[in-house]
């Protein structure tokens, strides 16, 4: 653990006003750069299986990550420091529902403004609740102008979409560009509106993504398959995390397709 708990209490409350903190240099580079080798065939895979037709925008790629191997990271998932904010601000017992990557490539483009998920309760006409699903990112290289850096907003991840956007339009909802070095985590609320910018050098720019959601949610269009000798080794905390996930057995860890494709609201 990196922080106190008076920290965590801290990062939780910025969090909660701005919809984000990043942890700066929190996971060992080494670590990531290993993952980004690995990486390569992932994505050279979904590129030839998308066949130029990308489900988030031209070039620009969303690849699950098989929870084997390297992947299967405790360092990672069960990040103390991560953990602790995320219980802050999404409550107690999260449930880890998502491993996965974005990664734009030359010819990315911007995408539009959205969140990844609606309101919780619509009907209301508020998204003015506590959050109940984060995304924890980080980059598997340093992440600057040239290669697609995150664009997002502050304070919108409890607003409606139309205030969120007419602020937007009128200047008084600022744009966050955020470069990240590769180590950097950023925990957000994926409310938020934020969006992808283009990268526009020659090499894939990952975004690697764990979602993590209040212990009641649960969203169908992600999951982790835990192959049944990864489950076999997790330690209590991880298969407390991963409760809701299916567990198969070895052979049928990989998925056949990606199944998320609605991803913006
Ligand atoms: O990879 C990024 O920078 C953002 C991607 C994104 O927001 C999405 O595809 O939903």
Redesign the pocket.
């Known amino acids: 653990m990196r922080y106190t708990a008076v920290e965590h209490d801290a990062f939780a409350a910025d969090f909660n006003r701005d919809s984000l903190v990043i942890l700066k240099n929190h996971f060992p580079r080494e670590k990531l750069a290993r993952w980004a080798e690995a990486f390569r065939p992932l994505l050279r895979a979904q590129v030839a299986r998308e066949e130029g037709l990308p489900s988030?925008?031209a070039q620009?790629y969303?690849v699950t990550l098989p929870f084997l191997g390297l992947w299967a990271d405790p360092g990672i998932y069960e990040d103390p420091d991560v953990l602790a904010i995320v219980e802050r601000v999404a409550g107690p017992d999260p449930v880890l529902c998502q491993l996965a990557s974005?990664?734009?490539l030359k010819g990315s483009d911007y995408?539009d403004w959205?969140a990844?998920t609606p309101p919780l309760f619509p009907e209301l006409g508020s998204n003015d609740t506590p959050s109940f699903q984060l995304a924890v990112?980080f980059a598997l290289c340093d992440?600057g102008d040239a290669n697609?850096?995150?664009?997002t907003t502050f304070g919108t991840h409890r607003m409606t979409r139309p205030k969120a956007m007419s602020g937007l339009e009128s200047g008084a909802i600022a744009q966050h560009r955020l470069p990240m070095a590769m180590g950097d985590v950023m925990i957000r609320d994926v409310r938020a509106v934020?969006?992808?910018?283009p990268n526009t050098t020659d090499e894939p720019?990952p975004?690697v993504?764990l979602g993590y959601s209040r212990r009641w949610y649960f969203r169908p269009e992600v999951n982790i398959r835990v192959p049944q000798s990864t489950w076999d080794a997790l330690s209590p905390r991880g298969r407390k995390l991963l409760r809701y996930n299916p567990v198969v057995p070895d052979e049928q860890a990989a998925i056949a397709e990606e199944s998320y494709r609605a991803?913006?609201y």
């Open positions: 988030r925008g620009r969303y974005d990664t734009p995408q959205h990844d990112n992440v697609g850096p995150f664009e934020h969006r992808g910018t720019r975004m993504v991803f913006a």
